[in-house]
């Protein structure tokens, strides 16, 4: 009985210092950023690193989420005798909802992971230890670049998500299930407006962007140094982000569509 | 060559995901309706303009023309006026041109629908649609109705 009072204290004791410890990396790391825009390379390998090789994964799956939207609109707007609409539905969709979110999900499993293996890595076989030796400090050296490129790179993915979406939903109604061209664009033109739905759509995806990140980043430098460790971080890495991004995209839809 | 070739995907990358974006402003939202953007203007008197709202589309024989720019009352005569910008392409339309207000579909948006005259002159910006016919108001229609059975039943 006491045994499990103990441990649920310790583990909550434990998430408490955890999140503490995640916003002081945080703060310390945007004290480097002035640094790190004085060596701009080593923010483009990281734009390059996950944002460049995510672009695969992030436009065939937004072409898939497109095409299933255009689908199952279809096939429900059919009934109302309104299909002219599945334009607006397939755009409205992926700009509010699912291109920031589903794009965020990605690049937390395509390259989230791949940032706290990185890092944990480095941290086990004292890399990071080696840097502050040299009096590099690795928060900036390592860490600030990484997280300016995944802020970087998540919103331009989620835009192409978007625009590919829309192109996919467009092939599936228009080419292949016979919605007429013109109503498709024109209804979205008259329906989608730039300022409350693809401005406030940008504005999630950066704020999932910064979540992703800066969870990933923080997973890896805080990783236990030993293999179990990396692999648990890396687990809860995927794991942490995308429950944050699904949380934050309520409150942010919230606050933003009343 | 390396480093090179960094750039150049970077540089890509960053260009597709800019011009997603504008594909996306520009095609996928409001600020990319052409038709009726630059255009004429034309002025149309209603009694009453059921739940047409601005940019609804103003349309000739089912056609986009162009679309519904303002809604106002006339502080005088208490008439709404509907300003339309209607496209360039389309300045020969006659003078004695009729406007009404149609619903597209059963649950669609309300939509301007011009049918041209056969006079010889033609609309010029600024002109007002005097001939109009006034938006189909469900309520008014149930109310004539039920007042028609009442009175017929005395």
């Known amino acids: ?258 | 060559m390396k480093q090179r070739n960094l750039e150049l995907a970077v540089g890509i990358f960053v260009a597709l995901g800019l011009g997603a974006l504008l594909i996306l402003a520009l095609q996928v939202s409001d600020l990319g309706t052409t038709v009726g953007r630059d255009g004429y203007r034309l002025l149309a008197r209603f009694d009453n303009i059921g739940q047409l709202k601005p940019r609804a589309a103003v349309k000739m024989s089912g056609v986009a023309v162009g679309q519904v720019a303002n809604i106002y009352v006339d502080p005088e005569t208490f008439d709404a006026v509907v300003v339309m910008r209607i496209d360039r392409r389309f300045d020969r339309i006659p003078l004695d041109t009729s406007a009404q207000i149609f619903t597209s579909g059963m649950l669609g948006e309300q939509y301007v629908a011009l049918d041209p005259g056969g006079e010889e002159t033609f609309l010029a910006e600024g002109d007002t649609i005097t001939i109009t016919q006034p938006a189909l108001v469900l309520e008014q229609l149930i109310g004539q109705f039920m007042m028609g059975k009442a009175a017929g039943d005395e």
């Open chain 1, 1 to 258: 009985m006491i045994e499990t009072l103990r441990d649920l204290g310790r583990s909550g004791i434990g998430a408490f210092e955890s999140l503490g410890r995640s916003a002081l990396l945080f703060f310390y790391t945007w004290r480097g950023m002035g640094e790190v825009l004085t060596r701009p390379r080593l923010v483009l390998q990281q734009v390059y690193a996950t944002g460049v090789l995510s672009l695969v994964i992030i436009s065939v799956s937004g072409l898939f989420v497109g095409m299933v939207l255009g689908l199952q609109g279809y096939n429900t707007l059919v009934g109302f005798g309104a299909e002219e609409q599945l334009g607006v539905v397939v755009a409205l969709s992926l700009v509010r909802e699912l291109g920031p979110v589903v794009s965020a999900l990605l690049f937390a499993g395509r390259a989230g992971s791949a940032l706290t293996a990185e890092i944990g890595l480095m941290k086990a076989t004292e890399q990071l230890a080696a840097m502050e030796m040299m009096a590099v400090d690795p928060l900036h050296r390592v860490v600030a670049p990484r997280l300016l490129g995944g802020i970087i790179a998540v919103p331009l993915l989620a835009s192409i998500f978007n625009t590919v979406g829309v192109w996919g939903g467009w092939f599936v109604g228009v080419g292949l299930l016979g919605v007429d061209d013109g109503s498709y664009w024109a209804h979205i033109e008259t329906t989608v407006s730039l300022r409350h739905d693809v401005a406030n759509g940008l504005i999630k995806s950066m704020v999932f962007g910064v979540a992703v990140t800066w969870i990933a980043v923080f997973e890896g430098y805080d990783t236990v140094p030993t293999s179990e460790g990396i692999s648990r971080s890396t687990t809860r890495t995927v794991v942490h982000a995308s429950l944050a991004i699904l949380a934050l995209d309520f409150l942010l839809t919230a606050l933003m569509f009343d």
